[in-house]
């Protein structure tokens, strides 16, 4: 029996585009921030036995067989990387031939397309690997996990993630690697403001095939925008220079908005909270002479606002200030009294499109656990 | 005393950047249809005497002063081409030594967005030219009335009109053109919906001189992607190919406001209703299963939504559905039993964000009227 634990990652620099949809290979490279564990984590636990029927996966509780091809894929290339051990060393059990069980749980809000696919992902390949006890460094089976969801294989390392396009149309190259762990930089935090929709988005993978064909502006990002922001934001990571970073993490999420807007039907993730909440971060930045929040938003309505711990009394209180309305406040009930009353001028009735607040900080990455899904018997518990 | 009246135009290839401030040179060419005189549209009278004590302007009943910098520029002109006939005729009264009134009225709804700048400059150039007996073409005289306001110059013609860009630092040769005349497709519509807005829109000066300073996709959209779709919306529009010009016209305005968006800070002129709106008529064609209404969207939440007669009672059908709560629609009252009931489904609330429909069509481009709005003592009646 193995476990694992893996938790979201929010693009800085965004993933939107395949080359190849199958193998999910990306037309360019992307880098993210991994969050903490306890605020959005899926937790995984892999069980193989003999006396097991077939292979099964529940999720938050609910039997939901293996079906997706996704998630077939994934098992394949692990039990084949098993295989491979098991024909080197034939004391192993036979762990490739038996079937599998997974159960899986996450605390994610439900349907807030807060970027659970890819935890989810990612979580499933490294429970398996623990459990098969492949020897693969954490690169090579993110490579694996990027067949499930390609933002999955970032969420293989904590701290700062590269997922390097690569040229190979195998996708041998397309892989995600640590920029600096979260020892780096770890008074990097970050507040999701969990922004209500009345419609449903256009599904990611949908989405991105349709601006791969239809935009005319697409091309130009690829190709000339994101290349040379990729090296720019290593950069300002690896200075921990969050002006540059939180600049370029707001031109990405922009760029990236505007060529969706660009595609043909347009698609449309920000709404008019999100838009709010994008000109409340500029004013506050305005005002302090400096960039001292960064918003991203991912395929969806929902506010990602980093900021660095140094500068917390004032963004959180910004943001406490016209939404202490929505729940999430309560980890930080002790702090805002510290919270400092900048006079910048809001839509006082902004936080009716908003239904929560996560507060959460850069994260460690996959971890094992103690707590486990399975019983003894191989079922959920 | 002379008089004038024109419209405002409204662009299907999108005027976003400008090249010379000062002259108004833009960093593309665009295309737009003038819209119909009844609907849109600035009255403006012109006179002059050598009895007046001074250069005046009042607009819409109130007494300005000609102050502006833009006006100022229009004025001295066109008395330099005044002059010049003078100078070459010496029995022509000395118009361009005596002092002017000009008298503006237009019927646009107050300050909703709808172009009125530019009509307002086309009919000043227009209206004063009369005066003077000035001998020189409409696209001569669009220089001029380009340097009060860009937009302004392709309200010099009716139909469909292109603004080449030209080349020289000089704007000699930026100058509106008649693509075609309301005669070559007199059965092109236009229903506008004034979108209700709880912000101030970034004015569009302002906003083009932040896009072209900021936005990395906008090099491509003038570069690249604006002088092809110049081109084959020319075709379009001679060949009277709805379809074609329909979809070119939905995606340079998505285009336009993708560079928007990319801008630093972002730029927004379209709101929750207007994204409504546009995947209505996204979901109206791809229903008709061929393109028969088209948007465009300026710098400002009001749809303009574009059709030929042959589709009104479906066009107008639908927005007649789930827009008949507001006003405008007394104009057809009696077309509307005629009207299609399409199954789209829509938000049916959706008429809360929109304050009336303006129903309107090809114009003509500037005319003379007898109405004036000057007495004989050179003020306003």
């Known amino acids: 029996m193995s476990i694992g634990r893996t938790t979201a990652n929010f693009k800085t620099l965004k993933y939107w585009g395949k080359r190849d949809k199958t193998l999910n290979l990306p037309t360019n490279s992307s880098i993210s921030v991994t969050l903490a564990q306890e605020d959005l984590r899926t937790l995984t636990t892999a069980a193989t036995s003999s006396s097991f029927e077939k292979d099964n996966l529940w999720l938050n509780g609910k039997e939901e067989g293996i079906k997706g091809d996704r998630t077939i894929a994934c098992l394949k290339d692990l039990r084949l990387l098993r295989r491979e051990m098991e024909a080197a060393d034939a004391s192993l059990p036979k762990f490739s031939e038996w079937p599998i069980h997974i159960v899986s749980e996450n605390n994610f809000p439900t349907a807030a397309g807060l970027a659970s696919s890819a935890a989810g992902f990612a979580a499933l390949v490294?429970?398996?690997?623990?459990?098969?006890?492949?020897?693969?460094?954490?690169?090579?089976?993110?490579?694996?996990?990027?067949?499930?969801?390609?933002?999955?294989?970032?969420?293989?390392?904590?701290?700062?993630?590269?997922?390097?396009?690569?040229?190979?149309?195998?996708?041998?190259?397309?892989?995600?690697?640590?920029?600096?762990?979260?020892?780096?930089?770890?008074?990097?935090?970050?507040?999701?403001?969990?922004?209500?929709?009345?419609?449903?988005?256009?599904?990611?993978?949908?989405?991105?095939?349709?601006?791969?064909?239809?935009?005319?502006?697409?091309?130009?990002?690829?190709?000339?925008?994101?290349?040379?922001?990729?090296?720019?934001?290593?950069?300002?990571?690896?200075?921990?220079?969050?002006?540059?970073?939180?600049?370029?993490?707001?031109?990405?999420?922009?760029?990236?908005?505007?060529?969706?807007?660009?595609?043909?039907?347009?698609?449309?993730?920000?709404?008019?909270?999100?838009?709010?909440?994008?000109?409340?971060?500029?004013?506050?930045?305005?005002?302090?002479?400096?960039?001292?929040?960064?918003?991203?938003?991912?395929?969806?309505?929902?506010?990602?606002?980093?900021?660095?711990?140094?500068?917390?009394?004032k963004v959180l209180g910004l943001i406490h200030k016209y939404f202490h309305q929505v729940s999430g406040w309560e980890k930080v009930s002790d702090q805002v009294a510290q919270f400092e009353d900048l006079s910048i001028p809001f839509d006082t009735e902004a936080y009716k499109g908003v239904s929560r607040i996560i507060l959460t900080q850069i994260g460690s990455g996959p971890q094992e656990t103690s707590e486990s899904l399975v019983s003894e018997q191989g079922l959920p518990k």
Chains 1, 2 share one sequence.
């Open 126 to 313: 490294v429970a398996i690997a623990k459990l098969y006890q492949l020897p693969q460094l954490m690169s090579e089976l993110s490579k694996i996990a990027r067949k499930g969801s390609g933002s999955a294989c970032r969420s293989l390392f904590g701290g700062f993630v590269a997922w390097e396009m690569g040229d190979l149309t195998n996708g041998e190259d397309s892989k995600a690697v640590e920029v600096a762990p979260l020892s780096h930089w770890p008074s990097m935090k970050a507040a999701i403001l969990v922004v209500s929709d009345d419609k449903k988005d256009t599904p990611s993978t949908t989405g991105m095939q349709s601006t791969v064909a239809t935009s005319d502006l697409f091309e130009h990002r690829i190709n000339t925008v994101v290349p040379k922001r990729f090296e720019e934001m290593k950069k300002a990571i690896l200075s921990r220079d969050f002006a540059a970073f939180g600049e370029m993490t707001m031109k990405d999420s922009n760029s990236f908005h505007a060529v969706c807007l660009d595609s043909y039907p347009p698609i449309f993730y920000l709404n008019d909270t999100s838009k709010k909440i994008i000109k409340l971060v500029h004013a506050l930045n305005e005002q302090e002479g400096k960039i001292i929040a960064a918003y991203t938003f991912d395929a969806g309505p929902n506010a990602v606002i980093y900021y660095d711990q140094e500068h917390e009394n």
